[in-house]
């Protein structure tokens, strides 16, 4: 959402964007062409961990098949994500039980009446999600739940693992793309690089 917000307010005035990170930036419709980005936008993109983070969940707790997957509809990392996540679950035996979260409201909601039939839980790669992962590992805490971040930050945060991007790794890796443009090289034709 961040960085549509910021492709938006920049359509006239053409100030460069270093985007990241972001699942899909081509799905996400910031991009419609990875290697020729165009315009005034380069970034960095996801691996697809997702399939990983569930493999992970089975091999902490073989036992899991019911996995609670909170995810945002208006944000599509989160939604992209939850697909993923409903690709993979078949292969691993995994069934999910999406609760949609909009607001922190909803999330406040879900945490106070978590369903008692989960064995994990599952967290998308979604901003107001990942912000509350303190929360949400001590819900997994008080159940005896695995929950799996999507970073490896989060495992920092409370969660049982996190399995993904390295935050500081990744901001280096976009200080060096804003590095190119400011010694001038255009963002548009700096290929969207994966983390």
């Not at 960095?44 to 036992?63: G, H, Y």
């Not at 280096?172 to 190119?180: F, G, I, V």
């Not at 963002?187 to 969207?192: E, F, K, Q, S």
Request: charged share 25%; aromatic share 6%.
């Amino acid at each position: 959402p961040v960085t549509l917000a910021a492709k938006k307010a920049t359509e006239k005035v053409k100030i460069p964007i270093v985007f990241g990170p972001v699942n899909d930036p081509v799905k996400a419709g910031i991009v419609s062409d990875q290697k020729y980005p165009g315009d005034n936008i380069t970034g960095v993109r996801l691996t697809d961990s997702i399939a990983k983070q569930l493999e992970w969940i089975k091999r902490i707790n073989p036992k899991v098949k019911k996995v609670l997957l909170p995810y945002n509809p208006e944000d599509k990392s989160s939604t992209i994500s939850h697909a993923k996540a409903m690709e993979s679950a078949k292969s691993l035996g995994l069934e999910f039980l999406s609760y949609e979260v909009t607001k922190q409201a909803e999330l406040n909601k879900m945490l106070e009446n978590c369903p008692c039939d989960v064995d994990a839980i599952f967290l998308p790669r979604d901003g107001m999600i990942m912000s509350r992962v303190e929360d949400l590992a001590e819900l997994a805490r008080s159940k005896s739940l695995v929950i799996s971040g999507t970073r490896f930050e989060m495992a920092e945060r409370g969660a049982t693992f996190g399995f993904g991007f390295n935050g500081l790794e990744l901001g280096k890796q976009m200080s060096r793309l804003a590095d190119l443009i400011f010694n001038g090289m255009k963002p548009g034709d700096l290929p969207i690089e994966t983390a």
